[in-house]
T-cell receptor, first 114, second 114 residues
Framework: GNSVTQMEGPVTLSEEAFLTINCTYTATGYPSLFWYVQYPGEGLQLLLK?????DKGSNKGFEATYRKETTSFHLEKGSVQVSDSAVYFC?????????????FGTGTQLKVEL | DVKVTQSSRYLVKRTGEKVFLECVQDMDHENMFWYRQDPGLGLRLIYFSYDVKMKEKGDIPEGYSVSREKKERFSLILESASTNQTSMYLC?????????????FGSGTRLTVV
C-alpha cells in the first residue's frame, strides 16, 4: 500500500538558517504529493503540491520537487523565520489503490529560534 | 473565503457519554473525512464519505460511527466515550479529484475524556 516516511523531529534552527525536511514515499500508480503545515492550535493548511514527476511546488518561500527516481519530495526553504515554527506533514494521494484518500507522514516539528 | 467549520475547539466529556463532533463545509465538496491526531502517530483516518448517506471505514473505526444526512455536514459520533479517545479530531473535505486538489481542513476539536 501507500506510505510516507518523514524525518523525525523536532528540528531546531536559528532564524535565517536553511531548512530541509526529508520525505520519501512508496506508492502504486502516479501519486500527487503535498506538504501541509500545522501552526500551534490550528488545523492543517495546504502549503504546496506537485502532481507529476519533476514538478516543483512552491509557496511562501518553501519549495519541493517531485523526484520519481528517488521517490522523494523534500521540503526546503532558504531562510527560515520564527513564524515558520510549526509541524509539517508530507502526504500523497494516488489514483490507484488508495482511491482519493491522502496518506500522511507522521509530521516533523520545526522550531525556529532568534 | 471557503472553509471547513468544526463546531467546538475544545470539549470535555465524561467516560461513557455519547459524543457528537460536527463538521460543516461550504465548498460543495463531495468528499469528507474524519481524522484523529496523536503525538508520534500523525494523522489516522477514522471514517470518510464520498457522498450523502454514504460512509466507509478508515484505518481506526472502532468505537466511532458517522452520519452524513446532508452534503455539507459530516458528524463523528463516539458511541460511549473512553479515555483512550482523548485526542485532537480533524475534519477535512475535498472535491472528487482530491489526488490533484488535496484537502481543506477544519481547525480541529481537542476532546478530553475524563
Amino acid at each position: 500500500g501507500n506510505s510516507v516516511t518523514q524525518m523525525e523531529g523536532p528540528v531546531t534552527l536559528s532564524e535565517e538558517a536553511f531548512l530541509t525536511i526529508n520525505c520519501t514515499y512508496t506508492a502504486t500508480g502516479y501519486p500527487s504529493l503535498f506538504w501541509y503545515v500545522q501552526y500551534p492550535g490550528e488545523g492543517l493548511q495546504l502549503l504546496l503540491k506537485a502532481t507529476k514527476a519533476d514538478d516543483k511546488g512552491s509557496n511562501k518561500g518553501f519549495e519541493a520537487t517531485y523526484r520519481k527516481e528517488t521517490t522523494s519530495f523534500h521540503l526546503e526553504k532558504g531562510s527560515v523565520q520564527v513564524s515558520d515554527s510549526a509541524v509539517y506533514f508530507c502526504a500523497l494521494s494516488g489514483l490507484t489503490g488508495g482511491g482519493n484518500k491522502l496518506t500522511f507522514g507522521t509530521g516533523t516539528q520545526l522550531k525556529v529560534e532568534l | 473565503d471557503v472553509k471547513v467549520t468544526q463546531s467546538s475547539r475544545y470539549l470535555v466529556k465524561r467516560t461513557g457519554e455519547k459524543v457528537f463532533l460536527e463538521c460543516v463545509q461550504d465548498m460543495d465538496h463531495e468528499n469528507m473525512f474524519w481524522y484523529r491526531q496523536d503525538p508520534g502517530l500523525g494523522l489516522r483516518l477514522i471514517y470518510f464519505s464520498y457522498d450523502v448517506k454514504m460512509k466507509e471505514k478508515g484505518d481506526i473505526p472502532e468505537g466511532y460511527s458517522v452520519s452524513r444526512e446532508k452534503k455539507e455536514r459530516f458528524s463523528l459520533i463516539l458511541e460511549s466515550a473512553s479515555t483512550n479517545q482523548t485526542s485532537m479530531y480533524l475534519c477535512a473535505s475535498s472535491p472528487p479529484l482530491s489526488p490533484i486538489y488535496g484537502y481543506t481542513f477544519g481547525s480541529g476539536t481537542r476532546l478530553t475524556v475524563v
